[in-house]
């Protein structure tokens, strides 16, 4: 047994067992798992474990048409390897039919017994008997069910947005969802440029492209972790968001200020505006979690970015801290994350309803004890992984109507171009949405104190 292979398919089925039952973030439990397979290996096991979380639920239903009996009645080892195996079935053409299935049945004798390999056997024969021709509901008569299955989103996100989107937008954003994006490179100004970069990393075997977004933001997909090139060991750029790239500049941080991140971890955007600062000046990068500061701390180090200080802090009490009020404080509040479910789709089956609420009163309390700590003149920054309603207009708008020193400051003129010419800017903040700009669901909106 112990000189067995490590398949792709195995190390997926152990990433979604631990997916599910510790309740992690595949990317978090996958480098571990990769690292055990030969290299040409490795993008298959993250596909196989990313798709079979993005299509959870019409997995789940399309095996309900051919088992006997609940899938929760059986254990989450068969589950997973079920699921694994109809992704295949369904969504992976380049994978014969009967490859996949004889490979389940070795992992469910595996990760079972001889009983569950026979039921894997028998529903996954009949699952790719019956191929694509399933038993979907109307559109016309159901079309959350429908499109819920269609799309693989979770029935109360899509019933949300066919009434703000209409049916056409909203199967647009589900599919945008489902498209995961090219890893964005933000280089590290203060040791490189954009075009030097790109040779840089041409010579380490990664081929990357300007982002026709964001002008200075490079796009590539290693096929090695991010994390064994020299070129970021040297501190030469940070892995980050398209729209989280956007955020800091907006702040328009000066050299010699002294900025606030209320929530700061992992680190991404205090060191952004540390280098936009030119690393002169004092970046607070506040954050409740010890852990994470040091995060923060290790990304700091590996840039060379000295004008950070971290401070454990809950940000709803940061007046509390001793701080000097400073010129600037970013608030990147904790939210539902629904604008990155293509980065992270495990979110969209986490999330429920009653979250966007509860979230939207944390951010006004962060808020709230930013303002009060701000110097007068000074401008706070307000950014969202989200485009949901609760938590971006509606959070804006309250802080507006409470705090009457604060105005709101245009920000169409600090955006790249393709992003101002596409009206992304409203009165209120910045809105992205994927399926509009091929980049993560964001708001940001920004106020000056007088």
Request: hydrophobic fraction near 45%; aromatic fraction near 6%.
């Amino acid at each position: 047994m112990s000189d067995r292979r490590f398949t792709a398919r195995e190390a997926a089925l152990q990433a979604l067992y631990r997916v599910e039952r510790d309740g992690a973030f595949l990317n978090l439990v996958m480098p571990p798992l990769l690292k055990k397979l030969p290299p040409p290996e490795r993008a298959l096991a993250r596909e196989l474990a990313s798709g079979t979380i993005r299509r959870c639920n019409t997995l789940d239903w399309t095996l309900g048409l051919f088992l006997k009996r609940p899938l929760g009645e059986l254990t989450a080892w068969m589950r997973n390897l079920l699921r694994l195996a109809a992704y295949q079935l369904l969504y992976l053409e380049r994978i014969p039919p009967h490859a996949a299935v004889d490979e389940a049945v070795k992992l469910a004798r595996r990760y079972g017994h001889r009983g569950v390999a026979g039921l894997a056997n028998a529903v996954l024969r009949r699952l790719a008997a019956a191929g694509k021709d399933l038993p979907w509901p109307d559109p016309a008569l159901r079309p959350v069910e429908h499109l819920a299955l269609q799309e693989s989103h979770p029935p109360w996100l899509v019933e949300r947005w066919l009434r703000r989107f209409g049916p056409e937008e909203t199967r647009l954003l589900c599919q945008a969802n489902n498209s995961p994006p090219l890893p964005a490179l933000r280089p590290n100004l203060l040791r490189t440029g954009p075009a030097e970069l790109k040779e840089i990393l041409a010579a380490e075997g990664v081929p990357a492209h300007i982002s026709p977004r964001l002008p200075g933001v490079l796009l590539a997909k290693p096929e090695r972790p991010v994390s064994s090139l020299d070129s970021f060991r040297k501190g030469l750029f940070t892995v980050q968001g398209e729209s989280s790239i956007l955020v800091a500049p907006l702040l328009q941080p000066q050299a010699g200020e002294r900025i606030v991140d209320l929530c700061s971890a992992p680190g991404g955007k205090s060191t952004h505006l540390a280098e936009l600062m030119e690393d002169c000046g004092l970046v607070t990068a506040a954050d409740l979690h010890a852990h994470r500061l040091r995060l923060v701390e290790q990304a700091a180090r590996r840039l060379g970015l000295t004008s950070i200080e971290t401070l454990l802090a809950d940000g709803r009490r940061i007046g509390s801290a001793g701080l000097q009020p400073p010129h600037r404080i970013l608030v990147d509040a904790p939210c539902s994350g629904l604008g990155v479910i293509r980065r992270l789709p495990e979110l969209k089956w986490r999330r429920r309803p009653a979250d966007l609420a509860r979230l939207s009163c944390l951010q006004l309390e962060l808020l709230g004890a930013a303002a009060a700590l701000l110097r007068p003149g000074g401008l706070l920054l307000y950014s969202v992984c989200t485009f949901e309603p609760e938590e971006t207009a509606a959070v804006a708008d309250a802080f507006s109507a409470a705090h009457p020193r604060f105005r709101l400051e245009p920000l169409d003129f600090l955006l790249p171009p393709a992003l101002r010419e596409d009206g992304s800017a409203a009165p209120g903040g910045i809105f992205i949405y994927p399926h509009r700009h091929g980049m993560d669901g964001f708001f940001m909106a920004l106020w000056r104190k007088d």
